[in-house]
């Protein structure tokens, strides 16, 4: 299983969707929520796509909508911005370095790439979805 820290696995296909992000500012931001959902209080490791789900999925109707996505990738923004203003300035940042992130553009970056992985336009990820690869 790849790695995103010493001893915190990541399943596949948040691999797969680390990887499609390609900016290296965004790849560095989707890994700090990655392994801030994985740290998270209370949580265990995940390690199948299923488990994501199962914590994704706040309401229980086994989907995951936007805001339940953006809930979700959205707690590493949170917990990195330690001045709480909104942005991620570099020294915020994984690294120490790169140009700084607003809250709404990484909100905005996260919508999009949910919507790519909405594979059949339904407004919400079934486990399918969750696990594959976004689509271009």
């Given amino acids: 299983m790849p790695t995103v820290a010493p001893g915190i696995g990541v399943g596949p296909g948040v691999m797969r969707a680390m990887y499609a992000l390609r900016a290296p500012r965004i790849l560095a931001l989707a890994v700090a929520c ?3 959902a994985v740290v998270a209080p209370a949580a265990a490791q995940v390690t199948a796509t299923s488990e994501y789900l199962e914590r994704m999925d706040t309401d229980g109707d086994g989907r995951v909508s936007l805001p339940e996505y953006l809930d979700w990738m959205g707690y590493a923004f949170r917990e990195m911005d330690r001045d709480g203003d909104g942005v991620l300035a570099a020294h915020e940042l ?3 370095r790169g140009g700084p992130i607003t809250l709404a553009q990484h909100r905005e970056r996260l919508a999009a790439r949910f919507a790519k992985q909405d594979a059949n336009g339904d407004g919400v990820l079934d486990a ?7 689509q271009r």
């Fill in 94 to 96: 994984p690294g120490g």
């Fill in 34 to 36: 990655t392994v801030a």
């Fill in 128 to 134: 399918r979805e969750l696990a594959a690869p976004p």
